[in-house]
Every structure is written in structure tokens, then in C-alpha cells.
């Protein structure tokens, strides 16, 4: 089984795929490559992180959960660990992943006040800029040091909130989606627009002890103000207040669609 996520070799996102699976993992700098390879059956399993935290919702996963069809099989919960990784005291620009650097924003500003930030495309990246150039700094997990001879910890959780973690899913083919499992995930299009629309399609979980996790909008894409609903329930598709909630839901949704991405069970991996 081919496992697909953010690479290259030792990004948080690696780990938590390591974690997950012993199977053979390759690599992608495009979390919407990685939902588009699960959904063309270019790879049977996908790991990309959704939410931290600090930033908040990963939103390139957010819509391409909306661009292509695919199951949500589990989700992992991991402690997030920033360390600044260098040759040398002496730099002037760290690189890393976007993500990384606003969780580190605090702390930079701080100790580094004024240095130059440059988002790249993992924190993996960063650290290979950090080895090839003695002027940059990186910021990763701090057993990127231990990968090679070049870089030293100049510090580790440097991330600015001691909780810091992100929370990852692994995707698969829809044929894999399940009705069993702690929490469920779907997106709901309802492609109209008036005055307690979002009430109504709260209600339905609220009217049956139902705990919304995470509801969250992003554009459609089709027009201004027109979006698209993500929401997360501690609850599974097998529970029958599950199903009854959705149907209202879907009643609700009619000129649009309700996408079930599935239910499945949460681990916490500390690494």
C-alpha cells in the first residue's frame, strides 16, 4: 500500500504518516496533489494536516476536500515540537513552512527581532536550505539536527504556545468510507442564500445532543459571498441521530449537496 504525504523526508507530516503506517510512503508539495492521487486511485492512502492549534484550519485541505471525492478514515492528533535548527549563531533569514513560522512568530520577534522570514514549502525544505547556506536558519522538529552533521539546536519549543498541535487525516477511496467510528466529517454546498440559513443547518445537531467539533466556511467559488460549510460532529454515521440530522440537512441542501467524508476514530501520537 502506497501511502502519500507532504514531503520531502522528515516533515511533520512524514511523522505522522510514519506513525499510521509501515507501508511504503512517498512524497508530494501539494496537499491538493496528495486528495487528488487518493481520488484517481494514484495512491491508496493520503495523510494531510487539517487544523493546528495556533493557525487554525489548514484551508488548502479544506477545499480540495471539496474538489475531489474521498473518504476520512482516522484522524491523528501530534504535539508539534518547533525547534530552530542553523550552522551557526550567525544567520539572517529563517525559512520554513508558513504554518511554522506563525507559530513561531512570537518568539522570533522576541529573540530575533527584525530577522527575515521566507516560507517554503515544508519545514523539511527549510531545513535543506539551512544545510546547504550557513546564512539560514530553519525551523523543524529538533531530530532534524540529528539527520546529518550540519546543523546545531539553537533552541527548542520555540513554538509560542505550549499546546501547540496539529491535527492530521488520513484519506482514502470512498469505497473505504465508514459509517462506524467517534466523529464524522462531511461538507455541506446548500447553493442558496437567506436569513438563518446557518441556523437551520445547526439545529438539526443541537435539536439531538449532537457536539459540533468544527463548522467553518470557505468561498465556493462560484460567487461572491456563496460558501461552503465544513463541519465536524462527535458523533458516528452509524448512530441513528446521526442519520436523522443529515437528512434534515439535506433537506435543507436540495439545489445543492451534502458530501459525507465519513466517520472514524482519533490517536493522539507524541513523536
Known sequence: MTTVTLGPEGTYSHR????????????????????????????????????????GSVTESLDAFAEYDVAVVEEIITPIRHALLAQDESFSLVASHAQALAQC??????????????????TARGVERARGDADIAAIGHPENATNGTELKVLAEDIQDQSSNATRFVVVAPTSERSEAGGKTSFIVYPDVDYPGLLLELLEP?????????????????????DYVFHIDISAGLYEQRTQDALADIEDIAEKGWVRRLGSYDSQTVVN
Not at 20 to 48: C, L, P, Q
Open 205 to 225: 445537531f443541537a435539536d439531538r445532543d449532537i457536539n459540533l467539533t468544527r463548522v467553518e466556511s470557505r468561498p465556493s467559488g462560484e460567487r461572491l459571498g
Open 16 to 55: 505522522a504518516a510514519q506513525a499510521v503506517t509501515d507501508d511504503e510512503i512517498s512524497f508530494s508539495e501539494s496537499v491538493t496533489a496528495i486528495v487528488e492521487a487518493v481520488a484517481s486511485g494514484e495512491a491508496e492512502r493520503g495523510v494531510v494536516p487539517v487544523e493546528n492549534s495556533i493557525e
Open 105 to 122: 512568530r512570537g518568539w522570533l520577534d522576541e529573540h530575533y527581532p527584525g530577522v527575515n522570514v521566507e516560507a517554503v514549502a515544508s
